[in-house]
């Protein structure tokens, strides 16, 4: 089993026992950290998956863990999370909305059958989250296969993928390597711990060795990989003096010449060295930089934002030093920061504190028999390091085939523990929780060479503040503006109505702000929906425009990464026909307006007339003055550019959709017209030879035109209602041969401690002598904190 580790209450209130005797500053950074946190105090979330890796047309199950970030207590309040599934182009494929009731939701995406075959990634996340940016938001990589896709891939997405191929390649094959000083800089006349860290352009660590030159060509230190492309060495650097490193990396090319940092005189050599009861952290510095004297410094240590340690440290002779007792301190990353007289950080360094306190999972499995009918019995059962039963959510995968699954590369430690609080992409970051590997002194030069990603100093020590815009919500909400299309403004203080359909038949209603916004909070619907949006004719009797405010559909970020695959499939297959709408995002739908329709597509140019400000007589003397292109000569109109044959005909004119004389449009009153549509160019191509001089399209105004006119359909994500899971278990238990790719998940329980007694919290699965082996994977946290993670391997024979 897995070794576990936890965050008990006992870790989480204890209280401030930072030492200022005599020394306190006034701007001390400790309280500037306290004011910051108090303020900025944000979210942690993690997804627990039934599996690791999918197929269109299987469904993609999921429990969410929601705490804060700084006590990783759940959330108590009523939250919403929103997951998104993300193509390799940056386009929504997917998406849900839950509600979490005490840091807890599930849910699952049914992955379509036409859904492409490639890379994704899955993003989860809160509104108040949105508020620090989606550095910090939940993301897991994974690839999805679709086989069957290459029998409807559209060809410009077979070319695409050949092109993400080539690119991913070169990604793969370009080497570089950083250097990262044991605090920060390169103390001059003092030795240095300097660690590094080799990649390639994806952010995997590679194999790399070489040595270290000053500027006189002499070599004074040498050094290899230990571990994904990390390791450290010593060196002593000479004020005056530059250092390079001549780097051989494992793809077998050439030598290749990097630069250390520039070597400072006012900077201090920082040494933290984290044992089973106790951190030691040393500081040091050369006579180039005055170490003959003394200097004060400020030592403060955090975790999460909150403070564990702040306290004065005097450096005498160069050298100094400070023992911190473990027992103050919580499971996850320490944050350990030197700052000088004028509370400017000097040196950091990041130290993770493992923990022996942890929540035990141990599932029981046992052969029962039920009226003629033999069933694999599973019980979980949680307990806290005394051996006391723990409540709490718990979700349980399992799954089967004739094979071993891997380990999932992260897990709810990992990442509430590790990964979220570091900035870039940890590679395999599970392993450092397995005691098996023995990864101690690899995960400490992680901690050197990532940094921090909460905040910065600079910007608590001067008091900024993140701009929080987004709160929290509970609800949902569907928010929009309305606008004067004839004069391209916002319209303040206008009524809206919004219906809600699909078998609800529920009416709000709302007015605009100044800047034309509408709101309708407070909503609690299930799954998709569809409602209807309506707003008043304006004063001049025309119908003004509706935007509502959808998910972004483009643009999403996805930069390839050590867990980006090559596409698989780069051709179309033997057996191809056109599928409409192969690939396409269900969310790139425009809503439908439903009272005035736009017959013939989406006009160049639309004309609305007010009719009470309008002060041109003739529909003739409103194209002269509004409309774009379009040129009055010698008695004729014409728009500017070819779009004739002999470059002199008129457009087409049309009233009310259907075809007229020039002189029935031109002499109407502009009080009676609602408004008029220019076509031109390719937008007329649908009135054929006949639109080849453009078209101009009038429409009066009707005897029932009054009331809501712009009224739109849309459909809207409502709250996501969980489908139970299911599993054939004539298929699931069958044995045959299977990869990770095709492991069959032949049982997912989101809450598997959620019933009222054992009874209810005991899994039942029918018996068969071919299930062989299985891998059962539990995640999940306490009612009152703590975490846990557990991966079993049962062999039934």
Known sequence: MDRIIALTIAFLVLPFEGAYAGTAQVDDPADKLAVYTRYASSQKLHLHFNKNNFMAGETMWFSAYLVNAVSHLPEEDNTNVYVDLIDSDGVLMERRVLLAENGFAEGDISLPTALPDGNYVLRAYTDWMKNFGEDFYFSRYFYISNRGYENMIPRSDARSNRRFNRRLSQLESDHEIAFFPEGGHLAAGVSNRVAFKAVNALGGGVDARGIILDNAGNEVASFSALHAGMGVFELEPELGRSYRARVEFGNGGRDQEFDL????HDAVALRVYTGDEDIIISLGKGDASGGAGYDDYHVVAHSRGRVIHSAPLRVEDGAASMTLSLDKFPAGITHITIFNNDSRPVAERLSFISRDESLMIYPRVFKVEHEQQEYLALRVEVTDDEGREVEGHFSMSVLAGGFDPPASTSNILSNFLLTSDLQGIIENPQDYFDPDQGLDKELDLLMMTHGWRRFNWQEVIAGVMPELTHDPSSSLTITGRITDPAKNEPVNNHFVELKVLSGHDNTYSTRTDGRGRFVFDGLE??????????????????????????????????????????????????????????????????????????RYGIPDQTIYIDRETVTQR??????????????????????????SINLSSEPMFM??????GRDVVLSQSPREIERIEIFRGSS????????GAGVIIAYTRQAGDRGFQDTRQYTINGYH?????YSDFITAS???PADEETARTIHWDPDVLGGEDDEDNTIFLPWSDNLGQMKIIIEGMGRYGGLGSGEFTIEIR
């Open 684 to 691: 007329a191509a649908t009135f054929g030879v006949r639109g």
């Open 734 to 736: 069958t044995g045959a």
């Open 721 to 725: 209602s969980p489908r139970e899971f």
């Open 655 to 660: 009233l009310d959709g259907v075809q007229t």
């Open 261 to 264: 940092p520039e070597v400072r």
């Open 525 to 598: 619907y299930p799954d998709l929906f569809q409602v209807e949006i309506g707003s008043p004719r304006l004063a001049g009797d025309y119908p003004p425009e509706i935007e509502l405010e959808r998910a972004q559909v483009r643009g999403h970020d996805f930069t390839p990464n050590i867990y980006t695959a090559e596409k698989q499939i780069t051709s179309r297959g033997r057996n191809w026909s056109r599928v409409a709408d192969a690939g396409r995002s269900p969310y790139a739908e425009r809503a439908e307006r439903t009272r005035t329709p736009q």
């Open 618 to 643: 003739t529909v003739l003397d409103v194209l002269i003055e509004r409309a774009q292109g379009l040129q009055f000569f010698q008695g004729q109109l014409m728009f500017r550019g070819p779009t």
